[in-house]
């Protein structure tokens, strides 16, 4: 029987390897709330980078330098990008809106998460 590989990937993007990382975290007995956000927003932006022709320089630019996530979720909402899984049909853009709307030490935590797992994902690859 096969078992899929999952060694690091070097030609799988650091943004996409991260959010599989949270994922896998998630996963786990009891999951930090946290880290369940930071892998919906970082597969979200990862999907709007992707959407938009860029990679993970645009994850980084929404992360680091826009004041909110509102460019990606213009970009999720304009091509009808669902979510599958809890919430078929839900707009992934949703995941977005919820971390622009949380108060700010909740934002910073799930930022955290997310900035962590792309520096694991950069000395992995």
Known sequence: MDHPDHSPRPDLPRARAAAADLYAQVI??????????????????WTAAELS???DEHVEHWLTNAPDLSVPR????AHRVGACGAYPGRLVAADLAAYDHARPEHCQAVRAAI????TVATVVS
């Open 115 to 118: 900035m962590a797992a792309l």
């Open 53 to 55: 022709g860029g990679g």
């Open 74 to 77: 213009r970009i999720l909402g």
């Open 28 to 45: 786990r007995p009891d999951p930090d709330p946290i880290v369940l956000e930071a892998a919906r927003v970082l597969a979200a932006l």
